[in-house]
Structures are given as structure tokens and as C-alpha cells.
């Protein structure tokens, strides 16, 4: 009786600091959920204002720039999560946007088509997109990713072929100042977006690390000292920060004396491991 009652309280902390971690990691995602919609919304309000102040957003770029949006800066933005590298993310994205996408959506935004008619295409791409987003890296989902792919890759070439042809048809529209417009505003946009993709990665990195710190200790000075000494001593590096926080345990985050020898002893670990 002695030993089952030895067995089962462990497991059954186990078991009460698995779902203290889940509720967590839940608050946290829907308090950044939020915090990540308004802040660029505000962003992208700011950056719009910026090139209306100089004379390259007006209204008529209203409907390319909710094409953007949509099409672009949304599904960048979920693509944030699968950074592992901000870095080599940064290059790869300042590369992308002079490719065929922002060809395609300026093409797209120079030909209007009727209000149900790109009211179908909107959605129709979003929700496809979104598929998309969701099942990149997914093994149980990789064939609704290559459907969706496929659609988009459908959708995107009829139009492409469409607006080529409006372009034949009708060149002197296509060569004008509103035209540059609608070729350099989602350039500017997506280029603009980058910034905020890379403090929000690290924002977001910072979230899932520092989360494990409301496990070891309750005491909300002990919770802010640990970032904070963690974060200078491994010279902001989140993937540090993490390593540090899962080779800790709560006796060692009891006061800041113990918390600053944690640190000193994974460091330590660390300097061995490499050599």
C-alpha cells in the first residue's frame, strides 16, 4: 500500500505539471494571437500612412494592398512559427519578393474583375492558402498541401494568362504612374513586413522559452530576474534561453543566488560539451 501510494503521487505531480504547462502554453498563444493581429494592423497602418506621405499609396491602392494582405503578408506572417533560422528567413524573403508572387498580384490588381467575381477569388485563395500553411510539414496533411498548391498554382496561372491578355489588348493602361503603383506598393509592403516578422519571431521564441518559468516558481520577482539573467548571459539567444530552462528544476529557482548558479553550471556544462 506504502509503495503504491510512493508510485502514485509522482506521477501524479507529472501528470498536474503536463496540463499546468498546456494551460499555459494555451494563454500564451491566444494572448499573442492578439497582441499579433492589433500590432500589425497598427504596423501596416503606420507604413501605408508612410507611403501615402510620399506621394506612392493613394486610395486607388486600397484593393491592392488587402491583396497583399491576404495574399502575402498574412501567410508570411503564419510562416513565422517555422523559422528556425531568422537570418537565412530574412534573405530567402527579401529574394522571394521581386519573384513571379508579386508579378502576379500587381497583374492581378491592374484588371478588375466584378465584385462577386473577386470576392469568390479572394476567398477561394485564402482558404486554400491557409490549407496550405497549416499542413506544410505535416506528414498526415501533405497530400491536402499538394491540392491546395495545385488549386492555387491553377488559379494563379489563369489569372496571370488573363491579365497578359488585358495587358495585349490595352497597353497604354498598363504603362502609367497607377500601374508602377500597383507594381511597387506590395513590394514596399512585403519588404516593410520584414522587420516585424523578425522581432515577432524573436517575441515569440522569448514566449515559449520564458513559459517554463511559471512552472519553477510562482514568485513574479524570481520570474522577471531569470529572464532578465538569462537573457543577458546568454546574450539573447532564445534557443540558449530554452536549453538553460529544460536542464533546470524548481529547487534551483527557490532565490536569485540559486538561479544564478544554474546558470553558471549549464554554462559550464555547455563549455565542456564543446570541447
Not at 498554382?153 to 489569372?159: C, H
Request: with cysteine; net charge positive.
Amino acid at each position: 500500500m506504502l509503495r503504491y501510494s510512493s508510485n502514485y503521487k509522482p506521477r501524479k505531480l507529472k501528470t498536474a505539471m503536463f496540463f499546468i504547462l498546456c494551460g499555459f502554453v494555451f494563454q500564451t498563444a491566444r494572448r499573442a494571437t492578439l497582441i499579433t493581429t492589433g500590432t500589425l494592423l497598427l504596423y501596416i497602418l503606420i507604413v501605408v500612412y508612410l507611403l501615402y506621405s510620399i506621394d506612392v499609396w493613394n486610395t486607388g491602392q486600397l484593393k491592392n494592398t488587402i491583396l497583399w494582405f491576404v495574399f502575402i503578408g498574412f501567410v508570411q506572417l503564419m510562416n513565422t512559427t517555422k523559422i528556425t533560422e531568422p537570418k537565412e528567413y530574412l534573405k530567402a524573403s527579401l529574394n522571394s519578393q521581386v519573384k513571379l508572387i508579386v508579378l502576379i498580384e500587381f497583374l492581378v490588381a491592374f484588371h478588375s474583375y466584378g465584385f462577386i467575381t473577386e470576392l469568390f477569388l479572394v476567398t477561394t485563395a485564402t482558404l486554400f492558402a491557409c490549407c496550405s500553411v497549416f499542413s506544410k510539414g505535416k506528414t498526415e496533411y501533405k497530400q491536402a498541401q499538394k491540392i491546395s498548391d495545385y488549386i492555387l498554382a491553377i488559379m494563379g496561372t489563369l489569372i496571370f494568362i488573363d491579365s497578359i491578355l488585358n495587358i495585349y489588348n490595352e497597353p497604354g493602361k498598363f504603362i502609367s504612374v497607377d500601374t508602377f503603383r500597383d507594381f511597387l506598393v506590395p513590394m514596399l509592403l512585403s519588404v516593410s513586413l520584414l522587420p516585424y516578422v523578425y522581432v515577432f519571431y524573436y517575441l515569440l521564441a522569448y514566449e515559449r522559452a520564458f513559459v517554463i518559468t511559471h512552472i519553477y516558481t510562482d514568485s513574479k520577482q524570481l520570474q522577471r530576474y531569470a529572464k532578465i539573467r538569462s537573457f543577458v548571459a546568454f546574450k539573447g539567444k532564445p534557443s540558449l534561453i530554452h536549453k538553460w530552462l529544460i536542464y533546470s528544476c524548481i529547487p534551483e529557482f527557490e532565490s536569485k543566488e540559486t538561479i544564478r548558479t544554474s546558470i553558471d553550471k549549464f554554462k559550464e556544462k555547455q563549455r565542456e560539451s564543446t570541447v
